[in-house]
């Protein structure tokens, strides 16, 4: 008896308190951001971005809400969406080094808003590509990242 309610009581907890917030990408330069979960709601907005980076909050059949950076939310139906890595640069003057650490040499400065696509991730950096430029930032000044 005690171990039904036990397993009863960890898979209402589990569901409770899982997140199943992701990070993704719009697969494409235009994407429209819905007011629901249907191609019968009126579009919210429209992006021009590929591969910008989206938080996906929920589902609904083949819709996700997402948000995006600038805290705008809606949803897009799963077919936009990308599993390629990006985030979007969120402090004002955003160094990127040849190596992860603050003592390599500098590349570039990014502003702010700037999207970089991730090669990889390592514990506090990772590796971005912007333009012609491929180094390394902090993790904390990204956002979107994996």
């Known amino acids: 008896m005690y171990k039904k ?11 409770l308190f899982s997140s199943e917030e992701y990070f993704s990408t719009l ?18 907005l429209l992006y021009k971005k590929k591969f910008l980076p989206v938080l996906v909050q929920d589902k ?14 809606g949803w897009i139906h799963v077919s936009q969406l990308s599993k390629k890595k990006a ?5 004002e003057r955003l160094l990127v080094f040849k190596n992860p650490t603050i003592y390599s040499k500098p590349l570039v400065i990014l502003e702010k808003g700037k999207l970089c696509l991730i090669k990889k991730c390592k514990k506090n950096w990772c590796k971005i590509k912007v333009g012609e430029y491929i180094g390394w930032v902090k993790k904390e000044s990204l956002w979107g990242k994996l």
Not at 5 to 15: C, E, G, L, N, P
Not at 64 to 69: A, S, T
Not at 87 to 91: F, G, H, L, P, V
């Open 60 to 73: 609904s059949s083949n819709f996700r809400k997402i948000r995006d950076h600038e805290n705008n939310s």
């Open 27 to 44: 697969r494409n330069d235009k994407t429209h951001l819905r007011q629901g979960p249907s191609f019968d709601y009126p579009i919210k």
């Open 5 to 15: 309610i036990i397993i009863i009581f960890f898979f209402i907890t589990s569901s």
């Open 87 to 91: 985030a979007i640069s969120i402090e």
